[in-house]
């Protein structure tokens, strides 16, 4: 376990990138990010003795491309022409509409998605070098603790917006987010108890995997293509703009820094010839 000056210094960095991303701050989130990230690229779980160098350079390998993916994401917020004003719908059209714009973003994406699928491909082959044991483990454990973090993200990723409708306000929205993610913890605690470490890679690597799958698919759909004449898209456009807090995004940030921690660390743990063997 982190020493306790460790674990509060990625605990404040987390609240500061995710307080950051919730109200739009690029400084903010920047900062907590890179720090929660360089404090797991340098902690001694990571870079003891006991962890392979193969590992170790492949864990810190991913964590620094999480890094510059956050770095690409994080410089489209400093790049945008309105600054902190938030732009009217007509404004947000006009520039999306826009062709050296639609290419900008496009490539930014491919970016952001790219660094995100080497760095999950980094921490594949870590956790694939674990001892053929832990890795049964893992396995074991994978199929029960990945499918309920998949449901437990579309749930969160749905708590913003899409559920108030359904179950009528926000006191049920709150009891349902309870019972759910109150359920989800008590069965990875459970989990976690019988297949020990493996099941926190199981978990760390889910978040990451998805977050790599997102942001393919919003690499896709931010792909140039003629948008004068959507009538639709520019409804969705309208519909889009918001003053409030970004919630979406607060969420993802939360989610991509849980990940990397959880399977950064775990993955580190196990790698070590005297980490637990039940």
Request: proline share 0%; hydrophobic share 55%.
């Given at each position: 376990m982190p020493p306790v000056n460790t674990l509060l210094l990625l605990l404040g960095a987390t609240l500061l990138a995710v307080v950051g991303a919730l109200f739009g701050s690029p400084w903010a989130t920047g900062v907590g990010g890179v720090v929660v990230l360089g404090v797991l690229a340098v902690h001694p779980a990571v870079t003891g003795p006991a962890v392979p160098r193969s590992t170790r350079l492949l864990l810190q390998g991913g964590l620094l491309l999480l890094t510059l993916a956050g770095v690409a994401e994080i410089w489209g917020w400093v790049a945008s022409p309105f600054g902190d004003t938030p732009p009217s719908?007509?404004?947000l059209i006009a520039l999306l509409s826009d062709p050296v714009r639609q290419r900008t973003q496009f490539l930014r994406q491919v970016a952001v998605a790219s660094c995100l699928i080497l760095a999950s491909a980094c921490l594949g082959v870590a956790i694939g070098r674990l001892p053929r044991e832990r890795l049964r483990r893992i396995g074991r454990a994978a199929p029960t603790v990945g499918v309920l973090t998949?449901?437990?993200?579309?749930?969160v990723g749905l708590l913003p917006s899409g559920l108030t409708g359904p179950l009528?306000?926000?006191?049920?929205v709150?009891?349902?987010a309870l019972l759910v993610l109150g359920g989800y913890a008590w069965v990875?605690?459970?989990?976690?108890?019988?297949?020990?470490t493996a099941s926190i890679v199981a978990v760390g690597a889910t978040v990451l995997a998805t977050a790599a799958w997102?942001?393919?698919?919003h690499a896709w759909r931010s792909r140039p293509e003629p948008r004068d004449s959507d009538t639709f898209y520019q409804m969705g456009v309208s519909v889009a703009v918001e003053t409030g807090p970004d919630v979406e995004t607060a969420i993802a940030v939360a989610a991509l820094l849980l990940g990397a921690a959880l399977t950064v660390l775990a993955c580190a743990r196990l790698s070590t010839a005297d980490s637990e063997t039940r």
């Open positions: 719908a007509s404004e998949l449901i437990a993200l579309v749930f009528g306000s926000f006191t049920n709150a009891v349902a990875v605690g459970r989990a976690v108890r019988r297949h020990g997102l942001a393919v698919d």
